[in-house]
Protein backbone atom coordinates (compact mmCIF):
# COMPACT_ATOMS: atom_id res chain seq x y z
CA UNK A 1 0.00 0.00 0.00
CA UNK A 2 1.50 3.33 -0.82
CA UNK A 3 1.27 6.49 1.69
CA UNK A 4 -1.63 7.83 3.07
CA UNK A 5 -2.38 11.53 1.91
CA UNK A 6 -2.26 14.04 4.20
CA UNK A 7 -5.97 14.75 3.10
CA UNK A 8 -7.25 11.92 4.69
CA UNK A 9 -5.87 12.75 8.57
CA UNK A 10 -7.25 14.27 11.37
CA UNK A 11 -5.82 15.37 14.42
CA UNK A 12 -6.36 14.20 17.88
CA UNK A 13 -5.45 14.56 21.79
CA UNK A 14 -4.78 12.42 24.93
CA UNK A 15 -5.27 14.28 27.78
CA UNK A 16 -5.67 12.28 31.35
CA UNK A 17 -6.34 9.12 29.72
CA UNK A 18 -9.07 10.08 27.46
CA UNK A 19 -8.98 10.67 23.88
CA UNK A 20 -9.93 13.69 22.30
CA UNK A 21 -10.47 15.56 18.32
CA UNK A 22 -10.99 19.02 18.65
CA UNK A 23 -13.25 19.08 16.47
CA UNK A 24 -15.64 16.10 14.91
CA UNK A 25 -14.78 15.89 11.04
CA UNK A 26 -18.27 15.12 10.37
CA UNK A 27 -20.74 17.74 12.04
CA UNK A 28 -17.80 19.99 13.28
CA UNK A 29 -18.32 19.31 17.19
CA UNK A 30 -16.21 21.24 19.27
CA UNK A 31 -13.94 19.08 21.67
CA UNK A 32 -15.38 15.58 20.90
CA UNK A 33 -14.58 13.00 23.94
CA UNK A 34 -14.17 9.27 22.00
CA UNK A 35 -14.87 6.77 23.25
CA UNK A 36 -11.52 4.61 22.24
CA UNK A 37 -9.69 2.70 24.80
CA UNK A 38 -5.97 2.59 24.99
CA UNK A 39 -5.74 -0.53 23.82
CA UNK A 40 -7.33 0.44 20.45
CA UNK A 41 -4.87 2.82 20.08
CA UNK A 42 -2.14 0.55 20.47
CA UNK A 43 -3.47 -1.00 17.64
CA UNK A 44 -3.92 2.03 15.46
CA UNK A 45 -0.15 2.85 16.07
CA UNK A 46 0.90 -0.94 15.11
CA UNK A 47 -1.20 -0.61 12.01
CA UNK A 48 -4.12 -2.68 12.49
CA UNK A 49 -7.38 -1.38 11.01
CA UNK A 50 -9.44 0.36 14.01
CA UNK A 51 -12.87 1.91 13.65
CA UNK A 52 -13.91 4.94 16.01
CA UNK A 53 -17.75 6.26 16.53
CA UNK A 54 -18.19 9.32 17.39
CA UNK A 55 -21.05 10.47 19.96
CA UNK A 56 -21.68 13.76 18.61
CA UNK A 57 -23.17 12.24 14.72
CA UNK A 58 -23.04 8.51 15.13
CA UNK A 59 -20.51 8.50 12.10
CA UNK A 60 -17.81 6.06 11.89
CA UNK A 61 -14.37 6.80 10.83
CA UNK A 62 -12.05 3.95 10.24
CA UNK A 63 -8.33 4.29 10.78
CA UNK A 64 -5.77 2.91 9.09
CA UNK A 65 -2.73 3.78 11.20
CA UNK A 66 -2.21 6.29 13.85
CA UNK A 67 0.85 8.23 15.04
CA UNK A 68 1.13 10.39 18.04
CA UNK A 69 -0.60 13.57 16.66
CA UNK A 70 -2.92 12.22 13.55
CA UNK A 71 -5.68 9.63 12.96
CA UNK A 72 -4.52 8.33 9.36
CA UNK A 73 -7.64 7.15 7.45
CA UNK A 74 -9.35 5.68 4.43
CA UNK A 75 -11.48 8.89 3.38
CA UNK A 76 -10.39 12.66 2.67
CA UNK A 77 -11.40 14.19 5.78
CA UNK A 78 -9.93 18.29 4.61
Not at 32 to 54: P, S
Request: glycine fraction near 4%; hydrophobic fraction near 35%.
Amino acid sequence: MGPIPFEHTWPYERQMGEIYVSECPYCREDNVLTHMKDAALARAKEGVKTRINFPCCHKTMVILEADDDYFWTNEPLR
